[in-house]
């Protein structure tokens, strides 16, 4: 069995629609108040708290993980996940004049940007990239050690959702869990090692 190679086309294009519905559930989940776990998570908590500019953010908590991601996981999949967060990050900021939402419950919000984010992430992950930060760590123990990239993730998840509620109200952080939930249950049952191998 040998894994199958991608064209960089189809890298470039996967990295293009997984940054694209990442951005679109984020969109989604700050009009709702609500937020997820991960690097962006953080960024998030980080936004709200202060206002400053949740792209910016996001761009400048990922950069002390390029590190680690490039002796652990290589030059390849560096790059590329410094590509996909400076593109999420440049969507993001771009988003409030390309988007408006007039009316969204937070249970919609928190189920649809659960998938997209999963979907998102796991269009990055199959071609070798992340969204840097928690998801570099969790491929890598995924890749290393076996560990579902999905339940990691939603340890990690656990603990910044819990951190939110310094910042956001309960309510809110509820629908947040839902929509971190969706996600990393999605990642779980969809993302898993061995799955592009041909004979």
């Given at each position: 069995?040998?894994?199958?190679?991608?064209?960089?086309?189809?890298?470039?294009?996967?990295?293009?629609?997984?940054?694209?519905?990442?951005?679109?559930?984020?969109?989604?989940?700050?009009?709702?108040?609500?937020?997820?776990?991960?690097?962006?998570?953080?960024?998030?908590?980080?936004?709200?708290a202060?206002?400053?500019?949740?792209?910016?953010?996001?761009?400048?908590?990922?950069?002390?993980?390029?590190?680690?991601?490039?002796?652990?996981?290589?030059?390849?999949?560096?790059?590329?996940?410094?590509?996909?967060?400076?593109?999420?990050?440049?969507?993001?900021?771009?988003?409030?004049?390309?988007?408006?939402?007039?009316?969204?419950?937070?249970?919609?919000?928190?189920?649809?940007?659960?998938?997209?984010?999963?979907?998102?992430?796991?269009?990055?992950?199959?071609?070798?990239?992340?969204?840097?930060?928690?998801?570099?760590?969790?491929?890598?123990?995924?890749?290393?050690?076996?560990?579902?990239?999905?339940?990691?993730?939603?340890?990690?998840?656990?603990?910044?959702?819990?951190?939110?509620?310094?910042?956001?109200?309960?309510?809110r952080?509820?629908?947040?869990?839902?929509?971190?939930?969706?996600?990393?249950?999605?990642?779980?049952?969809?993302?898993?090692?061995g799955?592009?191998?041909?004979?």
């Amino acid at each position: 069995m040998s894994e199958l190679r991608h064209t960089p086309f189809e890298d470039a294009q996967a990295l293009f629609a997984g940054t694209l519905f990442v951005s679109l559930a984020l969109i989604l989940l700050n009009q709702a108040g609500l937020l997820t776990g991960g690097t962006a998570g953080i960024a998030f908590l980080l936004h709200y708290a202060t206002g400053l500019s949740f792209g910016s953010l996001f761009f400048a908590i990922n950069l002390p993980f390029y590190g680690f991601a490039w002796a652990r996981m290589g030059r390849e999949f560096t790059l590329k996940t410094f590509a996909a967060v400076s593109l999420l990050a440049l969507m993001t900021e771009a988003s409030p004049r390309l988007f408006a939402i007039d009316r969204l419950h937070p249970g919609y919000a928190a189920v649809l940007g659960g998938l997209l984010l999963g979907a998102g992430v796991l269009f990055l992950a199959r071609h070798r990239a992340s969204l840097g930060g928690v998801g570099v760590v969790s491929l890598y123990l995924q890749d290393r050690h076996g560990w579902r990239a999905g339940r990691v993730q939603l340890a990690i998840d656990a603990v910044i959702l819990l951190l939110a509620l310094l910042v956001v109200d309960p309510p809110r952080v509820g629908w947040s869990v839902l929509a971190a939930v969706v996600m990393n249950l999605f990642l779980a049952i969809n993302h898993r090692p061995g799955r592009y191998l041909a004979a």
